[in-house]
């Protein structure tokens, strides 16, 4: 008897909480109907393994696609756990960004915290998030200011460009007696990445590529990269686990270099480390290492795949390759040899500037931000409950044929004669108080690489590979490359 009663008592705590459960995830359609129109999925998972479909960047995906088509381009959804307005309307999405703090505020995943900690400006609000981006602000024109910055970028870009000559020619390729010649395969991503962490390390903490304490930082940084797109499982082991770690180590690294910084006295190297030890800000240590964390970060990740981006479309299109080499083999032609190239340089890649903005509108390296409504918010016909998430989707704007003709396709001279900028219907880097503050200095390594790479190589993608939304931006292949020397090494 006792047993039955207990199995009873059991079914009825099941139950009870299935039934907690399901009137948990639908309560909030019933208690909000004027919310936008759209589906729920199922309790607790929602509709969130829909959205987050792998499909390739320069698409909506099916989930968008489908949504967009049955509710509009502002819809309801339970996404992460949460009842969410998705928004794929321009106004709507500039709205959001520009109402920072007043009607919105950044909301990221707990597991994110986890990640980046406590401190990162990807995640803080209010008056520390303000503090550390006029901090970021600060430093990004210093380093703009420095004599130095553009001669280190040119410098790592030859350095890495130049090395491909020594690879190993591709099998059944003719190499010319002086070694320079013969087809080579680069995994171009793995290039791209070598190349931005080389400039992000030596303007923040003043390292140079072949120091063994860059090479450590980048061992532990490859693994907290892979933890911040992964499962949020800190079990031993995992890569959620592993990125904990690496950033433990990252920290305990950049302490130690604070502290040699310290102790070397009035000796300065001039990098974002020296400004921020200086200043007169009143960041804790564990602040100035969470700093500097989200500037590896932010030099790192969107550089490197911006590059890869130019790379993949150019290849794409002869015909734009053709018109970027034009340009940089008259950039070249004005200036001695072993000329460095100036801002005045970087001002004349206007046709480089175009293939940067377009490769940055297709292939949409930043899909969508996380916000969440601090009130109800009535904009247009539209309610936004309070405390639902919110999420602006840049990459649905971006490729609306409405806004942008053909939007489905690369060309580049839809930039001629209209602004570089952010706008409304251009927002890669976001937009409004979060404004990524790195985003022009991500366009000039991007457009320096590009210089070095067009006048020394000829290059073709090395079979199928394409950019793909998970929603982090990957190519599933590393964009494999056969390069060609366009000049035999002397």
């Known amino acids: 008897m006792m047993a039955g009663e207990l199995a009873l008592a059991a079914l009825a705590i099941l139950l009870a909480s299935l039934l907690g459960l399901v009137l948990s995830h639908f309560l909030p359609l019933l208690l909000n109907p004027k919310a936008p129109r759209g589906s729920f999925g199922w309790p607790l998972l929602g509709e969130t393994l829909r959205f987050l ?45 520009q109402n920072e703090e007043r009607l919105f505020q950044c909301s990221y995943p707990r597991p994110i915290h986890g990640i980046l900690g406590k401190s990162s ?52 390729a003719k190499e010319d007696g002086g070694g320079g010649g013969g087809v080579r395969v680069v995994a171009f991503c793995e290039e791209a990445r070598k190349f931005a962490f080389s400039v992000i390390v030596k303007q923040v903490l003043g390292l140079s590529p072949e120091e063994p304490v860059t090479a450590r ?73 969470s700093f500097v964390l989200d500037s590896l970060l932010g030099g790192y990740e969107t550089t490197s795949l911006l590059i890869s981006m130019v790379v993949y479309f150019l290849g794409q299109s002869a015909e734009d390759l053709d018109l970027v080499k034009m340009e940089h083999d008259s ?34 390296i930043v899909k969508f931000v996380h916000r969440k409504a601090l009130k109800d918010v009535r904009y247009k016909e539209y309610l936004i409950p309070s405390g639902w998430k919110v999420l602006p989707v840049f990459s649905a704007v971006h490729l609306n044929p409405l806004l942008h003709g053909s939007a489905q396709h690369f060309q580049p001279r839809r930039w001629e004669g209209s602004s570089q900028g952010t706008s409304k219907c251009f927002t890669p880097f976001g937009g409004g108080p979060r404004l990524c503050p790195g985003s022009e200095l991500a366009k000039v390594e991007a457009a320096f690489f590009i210089h070095h790479l067009v006048l020394n190589y000829r290059w073709r993608i090395d079979g199928d590979d394409i950019p793909m939304a998970y929603p982090y931006v990957e190519f599933q292949r590393g964009l494999p490359i056969e390069i060609e020397p366009i000049c035999p090494e002397s």
Request: glycine share 6%; hydrophobic share 35%; charged share 25%.
């Open 53 to 97: 479909t792998p499909h390739a960047s320069n698409t909506l995906g099916g989930f968008l696609e489908d949504h967009c088509s049955r509710y509009g381009r502002v819809f309801k959804s339970h996404l992460f756990c949460t009842p969410t307005v998705v928004s794929c309307d321009p106004d709507l999405n500039h709205f959001i960004l």
């Open 121 to 172: 400006m990807l995640v803080v609000l209010g008056e520390d998030h303000k503090r550390l981006r006029n901090l970021a602000l600060a430093l990004v024109t210093s380093t703009r200011l420095k004599p130095s910055y553009l001669s280190d970028i040119e410098k790592i870009a030859l350095h890495v460009v130049g090395s491909w000559r020594h690879h190993q020619p591709a099998a059944g």
């Open 217 to 289: 930082i980048l061992e532990d940084f490859l693994a907290f990269m892979k933890g911040l797109i992964s499962f949020p499982l800190y079990i031993p082991g995992t890569p959620y686990a592993k990125a904990v770690q690496a950033r433990e180590r990252i920290s305990s690294t950049v302490k130690g270099i604070i502290e040699e910084r310290r102790s070397a006295g009035p000796c300065k190297k001039g990098d974002f480390l020296d400004v921020l030890l200086s200043s007169s800000n009143e960041l804790s240590d564990e602040e100035k290492v």
């Open 331 to 364: 950039i070249r032609s004005n200036k001695g040899k072993e000329e460095c190239l100036t801002s005045e340089d970087y001002k004349k890649m206007e046709y480089t500037q175009h293939v940067i903005n377009e490769a940055l509108r297709c292939g949409n």
